[in-house]
């Protein structure tokens, strides 16, 4: 069963607009991960957040993350139309011998209009 | 450097036939991941391996699915008798390591069961 679940499920802004993304997840946590898809394409990975951490920067994304809430937000400033992709937030929780085990959400739909 | 190779990149067959996807994986990468991606959903695991060990099988549907990774490297994911239901997206993942080790997406392959 996915335990992450992205929120909006479509999003649709204007070119230089920023986008906000939405991630609840419902047990603890090790990490959580963001991912990009392109349609036809595979993931690619996007930034990565500890537990322990509440928010993080790379270039034009920042995540954040509350633990006391169970959830996760992917902001994408000044969005350009190369940005239009389906975004995916992927739980992480530590399984039997130390391995990981990424569970991942439904995805937001992001597009954006020139 | 080359990033996870996966093929067919789109196979159509009939109910019943069976069918095989190959991946990959980045050189030096030693846990492996088949995901099913249902449309509009997000990836769900069916097997990871360590080299050449499944390690983590419980979500491939063993009656019908089999998957191998011959001395660790490329693996291949077979799926006989293919069922209406099958129809997806596979993904082929690696890592190396598992802990909080980023996974790299192949493209996928598009099945489409008639």
């Known amino acids: 069963s996915q335990q992450g679940e992205e929120d909006p499920q479509a999003l649709s802004i204007q070119e230089g607009e920023n986008a906000t993304m939405n991630c609840s997840y419902k047990t603890s946590i090790n990490n959580l991960q963001w991912y990009r898809q392109n349609s036809g394409r595979g993931l690619v990975h996007l930034i990565l957040?500890?537990?322990?951490?509440r928010e993080k920067h790379s270039g034009r994304l920042r995540v954040t993350l509350d633990t006391s809430k169970k959830s996760s937000s992917l902001l994408i400033t000044a969005s350009r139309a190369a940005d239009t992709a389906s975004y995916f937030c992927a739980t992480v929780k530590l399984i039997i011998q130390g391995a990981q085990k990424l569970v991942f959400g439904q995805g937001t739909r992001l597009t954006i209009n020139p | 450097e080359a990033g996870v190779v996966q093929s067919p990149r789109y196979k159509i067959i009939e109910k019943k036939q069976p069918v095989a996807f190959w991946c990959n994986p980045i050189?030096?990468?030693?846990?492996l991941y088949w995901y099913r991606q249902n449309l509009g959903q997000g990836p769900e695991l069916l097997i990871r391996y360590e080299n050449e060990e499944a390690v983590d099988d419980s979500q491939l549907p063993k009656d019908r699915f089999s998957a191998e990774r011959l001395k660790g490297v490329d693996s291949t994911l077979k799926i006989q008798p293919a069922e209406l239901g099958d129809s997806a997206v596979y993904l082929c993942?690696?890592?190396?390591?598992?802990?909080?080790?980023?996974?790299?997406f192949g493209p996928g392959t598009r099945l489409l069961v008639l």
């Open positions: 993942a690696s890592s190396l390591g598992t802990l909080e080790k980023t996974q790299y």
């Open positions: 050189s030096g990468h030693n846990t």
């Open positions: 957040i500890r537990s322990n951490e």
